[in-house]
């Protein structure tokens, strides 16, 4: 057996040990004892660690030493292609055919963090369930806690303008934030919970599997990529992000503030469409 086929063997032992389906393998030395008669734990079961009972096996297999499975002698181990998935921490963010609505209903009424404490509605997320393009934001604001829908204050209408001059329109891209519940004071999430909560907008991302997530802000920046640098170092800036194209650009809070950065996030924007194939509105 090649090092590799022999690599990937151990790894799949190793792995089924960590669930608990070890130990796999009966060393006889000696001819197979009837049945009648109790075995002698000593020389019947093989205590090596599981990585080194996993070397064993397929030596085994591979060089028929005593103990190799019947029909296995002087062949090769049967390798079971297992095709590549995510990890068990991804797997939990993930149900296959999980729809929006499905997300929502598990989300409920939620008390998981203490921002439902002072809410007036959780605001889930809207737009297209396929749209190709999501916009992520931080957390609802004053009048989308009242409302129950995300960005509809002074920097909604903004964002409206921004999905406008793409030539695109609320209705064709989706719109959410990491945390559904308003902070208060219009605070930023604290990490606690932004970690109760974003598992949510993971599933969502899943579920929608945009083309292109457009995070707008340091917070949801920070969120997805995982990261504690300010979004200067990396706005406008390409990232893969579990098959889809990641970019973060400056939040529409933030323009209100301060007008003269509303070009360079035209210039991200820009970025976007050209993914997407859009051509600007004519004006």
């Not at 022999?6 to 960590?18: F, H, S, T």
């Not at 000593?42 to 060089?63: E, L, N, Q, R």
């Not at 598990?106 to 959780?122: F, P």
Request: with cysteine.
């Amino acid at each position: 057996m090649d090092s590799a086929k022999r690599g990937r063997v151990e790894a799949w032992l190793q792995y089924g040990d960590d669930l608990g389906l070890a130990p796999y393998f009966l060393a006889r030395s000696g001819p197979a004892v009837s049945s009648s008669q109790p075995s002698d734990p000593s020389t019947s079961m093989d205590t090596d660690s599981p990585a080194k009972s996993a070397a064993k096996y397929v030596a085994a297999a591979a060089g028929g030493m005593p103990g190799a499975p019947s029909g296995m002698v002087g062949s090769s181990l049967p390798i079971i292609s297992v095709a590549p998935g995510p990890t068990l921490f991804e797997a939990a963010e993930r149900v296959v055919g999980e729809t929006l609505e499905d997300i929502r209903a598990d989300l409920g009424e939620c008390t998981r963090c203490r921002l439902h404490k002072a809410r007036t509605n959780i605001v889930f997320g809207v737009g297209n369930p396929k749209a190709e393009l999501v916009f992520v934001g931080e957390g609802p604001g004053h009048d989308e806690d009242v409302q129950g829908e995300p960005f509809v204050g002074r920097a909604g209408k903004l964002l409206t303008q921004m999905i406008e001059a793409m030539s695109l329109r609320r209705e064709d891209v989706y719109i959410c934030n990491v945390v559904k519940c308003r902070p208060p004071e219009n605070r930023l999430p604290d990490k606690d919970e932004i970690a109760v909560c974003s598992p949510f907008l993971l599933r969502q991302l899943t579920s929608i599997q945009p083309k292109v997530i457009c995070c707008l802000g340091a917070c949801s920046a920070q969120t997805l990529l995982a990261t504690n640098q300010g979004i200067s170092r990396f706005r406008g800036e390409w990232f893969d992000f579990r098959g889809s194209k990641l970019i973060a650009t400056y939040h529409p809070a933030y323009l209100l503030r301060n007008p003269a950065a509303k070009s360079e996030v035209w210039k991200d924007l820009q970025k976007v469409m050209a993914v997407l194939g859009l051509q600007p509105k004519k004006r």
